[in-house]
């Protein structure tokens, strides 16, 4: 069963949703009912596959697929009687008797009744029936009908809005804007493809920030497990440090200790021994002084001094080693006050502005030029700015192709957005960002036409807000020979000559942005603007409606 059922999906026409009849292949390899692509590209101004939507520059020949055919007509062979029973789900031919009622395969929008194969056969022979219009199996069809006159709905009302029969245009909907329904449908089917164009172009737009999304969760997750395992060494490396640095004090300490223990030790020792010698020095006075002889104590009494000759021995307080235990506790205090005053980054900013913004840094030019060099004047004159000048090319990604249109080498923008009838308009997609980052000193010129905004912007935020309407991008419009800047949604004047090509200078590390209205080889500053730039910088263009253009000329 489960063969027979792909086999059914492969025989199936993807316009009608039946089997195939004659069918055909188109180049890129899709197969149809011969009458059913007919019809699709008859209702088409470009010819494309409505399976993969590929589209052809002329319209392709269609060749009959014979094996195809073989194929159908196998399966109708093998099909069992219970397979073709109508089952609670199908549509069932109303021509069937009403116990074994068969699927019907094709509805008569004139007829207004629904047939199986076999009943279906007069609508392929009869010449009248012929022109019938028949559509796959529906049991909606009374919905057709109009309720009031019973008659079939073929016209449709622009001015109200509604589907009519013949009666209805004649009797209430006299002079209205009235058309077939296949004409409408053929218009329609017109916008819906447009519609359906823009959206499947949103559809990728938002693929591909889901995928930028997935790897920017990757990139987080890694970059956290980075910053968790260098923490993890940073602070390890720092205990080591610590515990390599104690028992350098406990070390030194003991070593002290037992200097000073030493020291001690003779000087005890030197005191024992002299003493003794005191001690001696005593016994012997006495026995002198006991003898009777006055002459032998005249001869042996020595000379002793009369007061004290040597200095005591100071011990000191008790506290030898509390400069050490100071010096420790101030240790202590300024690891306490650093990791008090340690605070991470704010982690709500995002990654990759960090790193490119490290990225951008000119390396080259910081070490070839001592740090503190004085800079090189700003220029004045057009050759001096010209030797900034830095080519621009427009980035088709960052371009909504329902809005604009990018050519010449992607120098020049239109706004071709009244091209898709039905939409709503979202003035931030008509704006577009150049492929390159802006770094260090640059210049360039753009050829304006209509209402335009020109314009210096961080990537990240170009596709939320217009230009100008947020703080991250700064923007000089023209509209109505007038001048005005934006910045954070606010406009301020701007006064000074009109001219189609505007001048924009950036001095990205003196955090310098201004807007020069040129004409020949003469400059007028219109509004300069002193910020500091954090992030990778790109250049604008935002066009106000249709047929507005841009065009960044070729400096060098």
């Known amino acids: 069963m489960a063969e027979k059922a792909l086999d059914m999906e492969a025989l199936t026409c993807p ?13 890129c390899g899709h197969n149809f009912c011969m009458n059913c692509i007919q019809n699709y590209w008859d209702q088409q101004v470009n010819f494309k596959c409505p399976e993969c939507m590929k589209k052809y520059s002329t319209r392709p020949v269609l060749c009959k697929n014979i094996m195809m055919s073989a194929l159908v007509e196998q399966l109708k062979k093998t099909a069992s009687p219970v397979d073709r029973c109508a089952g609670p789900q199908d549509v069932a031919c109303d021509v069937c008797p009403t116990v074994k009622k068969l699927k019907a395969i094709k509805s008569c929008l004139q007829c207004l009744v629904s047939y199986c194969e076999t009943h279906l056969q007069p609508h392929h022979t009869v010449a009248m029936l012929k022109k019938h219009q028949l559509v796959a199996p529906s049991d909606k069809l009374q919905e057709n009908m109009c309720r009031q006159h019973n008659k079939l709905m073929e016209i449709f009302c622009r001015t109200d809005q509604q589907l009519l029969c013949c009666l209805c245009s004649v009797d209430h909907h006299k002079g209205h804007d009235t058309v077939s329904s296949a004409a409408e449908r053929a218009q329609r ?27 920017g969760s990757q990139d987080i997750s890694r970059s956290a497990q980075r910053a968790v395992q260098r923490s993890r ?18 070390q030194q300490i003991l070593s002290e200790e037992k200097k000073q223990l030493k020291q001690v030790q003779e000087l005890q020792d030197r005191l024992k021994q002299e003493a003794t010698e005191l001690k001696r020095t005593i ?22 001094p009369t007061q004290k000759t040597e200095t005591r021995i100071q011990t000191g307080h008790q506290g030898y080693f509390e400069e050490v235990t100071k010096a420790v506790s101030a240790l202590v205090d300024k690891l306490q006050l650093a990791l008090s005053d340690f605070k991470l980054p704010d982690p709500s900013h995002h990654i990759t502005e960090v790193a490119d913004l490290f990225t951008d840094i000119d390396v080259d030019s910081l070490l070839s030029e001592p740090q503190d060099s004085p800079p090189p004047p700003a220029p004045s004159t057009r050759d001096e700015f010209l030797k900034y000048s830095r080519d621009i ?8 192709s329902g809005y604009l249109q990018l050519s ?8 071709v957005s009244h091209q898709v009838p039905g939409l709503f308009y979202f003035s931030k997609n008509c704006q577009v960002l150049s492929r390159e980052e802006l770094r260090g000193r640059c210049y360039w010129e753009v050829e304006v036409k209509g209402t335009v905004r020109i314009a210096l912007s961080y990537k990240y935020d170009s596709d939320k807000y217009v230009f100008g309407n947020n703080t991250t991008s700064w923007s000089l419009a023209i509209h109505q020979n007038k001048y005005s800047f934006w910045f954070d949604n606010i406009e301020s ?18 955090g310098a942005l201004c807007f020069y209205s040129v004409c020949g080889d003469t400059m007028t500053l219109l509004h300069r603007v002193q910020t500091t730039f954090t992030r990778p910088l790109h250049a604008g263009v935002w066009l106000g409606g249709y047929g507005d253009t841009a065009y960044f000329t070729k400096l060098t």
């Open 15 to 27: 316009i009608c949703l039946d089997l195939l009849k004659e069918p055909v292949t188109v180049p």
């Open 189 to 215: 089917q017109a916008e819906l493809e447009a519609k359906k164009d823009l959206i499947l172009q949103n559809l990728q737009d938002k693929e591909e920030d889901l995928k930028r999304l997935q790897q």
């Open 233 to 250: 060494d940073n602070f390890r490396d720092l205990a080591l440090l610590l515990e390599k640095r104690r028992s350098e004090v406990e």
């Open 283 to 304: 016994s012997e006075l006495e026995l002198l002084s006991n003898t009777p002889d006055h002459n032998q104590f005249i001869l042996h009494c020595p000379s002793l």
């Open 393 to 400: 090319t427009l980035d088709p990604k960052t371009a909504n």
């Open 408 to 415: 010449e080498g992607n120098r020049r923008v239109l706004n």
């Open 493 to 510: 004047s701007v006064s000074g000559p009109m001219s189609s090509r505007i001048g924009v200078y950036l001095d990205q590390f003196a």
